[in-house]
């Protein structure tokens, strides 16, 4: 890259890494290294939090997140996680059919017990 460009990239950093070009190069070539290595870690973090949508969803009909995939899987049904987490936020009941589905599919679903809540002992008048 010509010495233009490079300040051109370098637009908005501080210091002498926007004019001085030699601290510029360097700061631009980690910049790009950083958006590199970031684009790649995006999709990472989007599949991760998919998944704790679909496992908080999931868990609310008594069902965790990889019995509920392995019972959507045994009935050949193939929507996407990030398909998943938007139905099991916006469309509730959509979601718990598709949750009693999966349970129906799969043995391991059946016999889930919900959880309890817990019970706060000071809070109880004797």
């Known amino acids: 890259m010509n010495k233009k460009e490079i300040l051109k990239l370098a637009k908005g950093f501080r210091g002498r890494a ?5 601290i510029a190069r360097e700061r631009v070539e980690k910049a790009l290294q950083y958006s ?3 684009r ?11 998944i704790q949508r ?3 969803g999931t868990r609310q009909h ?14 050949n049904i193939q929507l996407n996680r990030k398909v998943l987490s938007e139905i099991s936020m916006h469309e509730p009941y959509s979601f718990k059919a598709l949750v ?9 679903n059946k016999n889930v017990v919900l959880p309890t809540r817990k019970v706060n002992v000071s809070s109880i008048n004797v």
């Open 54 to 56: 679909i496992n908080a």
């Open 40 to 50: 790649r870690n995006k999709k990472r973090d989007m599949r991760s939090l998919w």
């Open 100 to 108: 009693d589905i999966s349970r129906s599919a799969f043995p391991g």
């Open 36 to 38: 590199y290595r970031d």
């Open 62 to 75: 008594g069902v965790n997140y990889g019995n509920f995939m392995h019972g959507l899987i045994k009935e």
């Open 18 to 22: 926007k004019n001085c070009i030699r």
